[in-house]
């Protein structure tokens, strides 16, 4: 089973990321972050910046590849994943950029962009930390529920739920969110070691209880999760609010020795 940690907020979510990610940089001189975009992982990103910052810890070998990308929306838009990662974490966290991979959404080569990113994670190793959000649906990344569980980073059409939550970042019009993606596959996601999914809010605790203590279903995609050996799930209460072992997950996370992290 996963780790369930519940909260008070993002910015506790964040501390325990951040803490996690600079155990990891202190053991490996060229770690690999899987990145994501969304609202949920900004506290982590703001808290690892300022660990990163006190520490005075390097980062110039860290790579990272990010978990999806808009099709056929130019890489410069301000909206693509690859602007919007550049903005919420190379910047902040000073990495080198051409360390930093985004999939490929040229509709050009979509086709065989997919294998070459899930090579190119092979190549540099795999990733060492992913983070994940979640879809009100239940997806990670952008893999829509439906999508397979053994999927590797592929093209995918986005549901009209996800374009109405995204509209938000298109003039609210959802005639401008792209109905196309690039998405690393479950499969892709599940060959990271470690996997820290951050959820927060009611609109999450559907997706979460479905997540957490529901079957395993290409139905909620981030379901997949209860195949991994290391994941993490930090949400705040009123995303574990539907969470039948609530308790048991607080007392469990409690009673842990120091020493184990997460
Ligand atoms: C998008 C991203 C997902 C993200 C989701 C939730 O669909 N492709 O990776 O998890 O949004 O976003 P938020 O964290 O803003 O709720």
Same mark, same amino acid.
């Given at each position: 089973?996963?780790?369930?940690?519940?909260?008070?907020?993002?910015?506790?979510?964040?501390?325990?990321?951040?803490?996690?990610?600079? $155990?990891?940089?202190?053991?490996?001189?060229?770690?690999?972050?899987?990145?994501?975009?969304?609202?949920?992982?900004?506290?982590?990103?703001?808290?690892?910046?300022? $660990?990163?910052?006190?520490?005075? *810890?390097?980062?110039?070998?860290?790579? #990272?590849?990010?978990?999806?990308?808009?099709?056929?929306?130019?890489?410069?838009?301000?909206?693509?994943?690859?602007?919007?990662?550049? !903005?919420?974490?190379?910047?902040?966290?000073?990495?080198?950029?051409?360390?930093?991979?985004?999939?490929?959404?040229?509709?050009?080569?979509?086709?065989?962009?997919?294998?070459?990113?899930?090579?190119?994670?092979?190549?540099?190793?795999?990733?060492?930390?992913?983070?994940?959000? *979640?879809?009100?649906?239940?997806?990670?990344?952008?893999?829509? @529920?439906?999508?397979?569980?053994?999927?590797?980073? $592929?093209?995918?059409?986005? +549901?009209?739920?996800? !374009?109405?939550?995204?509209?938000?970042?298109?003039?609210?019009?959802?005639?401008?969110? @792209? +109905? &196309?993606?690039? +998405?690393? #596959?479950?499969?892709?996601?599940?060959?990271?070691? &470690?996997?820290?999914?951050?959820?927060?809010?009611?609109?999450?605790?559907?997706?979460?209880?479905?997540?957490?203590?529901?079957?395993?279903?290409?139905?909620?995609?981030?379901?997949?999760?209860?195949?991994? @050996?290391?994941?993490?799930?930090?949400?705040?209460?009123?995303?574990?609010? $539907?969470? !039948?072992?609530?308790?048991?997950?607080? %007392?469990?996370?409690?009673?842990?020795?120091? %020493?184990? #992290? *997460?």
């Amino acid at each position: 089973m996963a780790e369930v940690i519940i909260v008070k907020d993002e910015d506790e979510a964040g501390e325990i990321y951040a803490e996690a990610v600079l $155990r990891l940089f202190k053991e490996k001189s060229d770690p690999v972050l899987g990145l994501a975009t969304g609202s949920s992982p900004l506290a982590a990103y703001r808290h690892l910046a300022k $660990r990163l910052q006190r520490e005075g *810890i390097n980062t110039e070998n860290v790579r #990272g590849f990010a978990l999806d990308e808009y099709a056929g929306l130019d890489p410069q838009h301000p909206q693509s994943y690859r602007s919007t990662i550049n !903005r919420t974490v190379v910047e902040p966290l000073h990495l080198n950029p051409e360390l930093v991979r985004v999939p490929n959404g040229n509709l050009d080569t979509i086709q065989t962009a997919g294998a070459d990113y899930d090579a190119a994670i092979a190549k540099a190793g795999g990733v060492d930390i992913q983070i994940l959000g *979640i879809g009100t649906d239940g997806h990670i990344g952008f893999n829509e @529920p439906g999508s397979s569980l053994a999927s590797g980073t $592929r093209i995918k059409t986005l +549901t009209e739920q996800t !374009r109405i939550d995204n509209a938000r970042f298109f003039d609210n019009d959802v005639t401008k969110v @792209p +109905t &196309h993606c690039i +998405t690393q #596959g479950i499969g892709t996601i599940l060959k990271a070691r &470690h996997l820290i999914l951050l959820a927060f809010g009611e609109g999450k605790a559907q997706a979460i209880s479905e997540t957490v203590e529901g079957g395993i279903s290409s139905f909620c995609p981030a379901s997949a999760l209860q195949l991994h @050996p290391h994941a993490t799930i930090i949400v705040d209460e009123a995303a574990g609010g $539907r969470l !039948r072992n609530k308790d048991y997950y607080k %007392w469990a996370f409690k009673n842990k020795p120091e %020493w184990q #992290g *997460i």
